[in-house]
């Protein structure tokens, strides 16, 4: 793929995080996501080391989904959390609903998150 891109390729609208993955192995240099928002926005928190994914208690989602399970369902944090957000403890703030202050913590955090385990991937 570099042979006919070049050196340096940024691939845009990655949501997955096991494309992500597959792209830093075949030596893609960067990707752009909008999940750590998208997660913020659909009441998510991520977590890294290893990756995990809650819903938050309390969050409407659509009758009969079943995006998580009742034991992925989080009220208040457990997890100390070293991003700018958390900042090396536990920050209910990031489980708070129903205001943009809140829904932008939790961007933030989830963004720390994802960056992290990228960052940690080892080149093949």
């Known amino acids: 793929m570099q042979s006919i891109v070049g050196a340096s390729v940024h691939v ?4 997955a995080i096991e494309t992500m993955k597959r792209l830093k192995e075949l030596g893609v240099t960067s990707v752009d996501s909008a999940r750590p928002i998208k997660a913020a926005i659909y009441n998510e928190v991520l977590y890294s080391e290893p990756y995990r994914r809650f819903g938050i208690e309390g969050s409407h989602f659509q009758p009969g989904d079943s995006k998580f399970s009742i034991h992925r ?3 208040e944090p457990s997890i100390v959390c070293p991003c700018p957000v958390c900042k090396n403890g536990l920050n209910n703030d990031i489980l708070k609903l129903g205001t943009r202050k809140h829904l932008l913590l939790r961007a933030v955090h989830n963004y720390y998150h994802i960056k992290k385990m990228i960052a940690e991937w080892p080149y093949e």
Request: aromatic residues 14%; neutral net charge.
């Open 12 to 15: 845009f609208g990655v949501s």
């Open 73 to 75: 369902l989080i009220s």
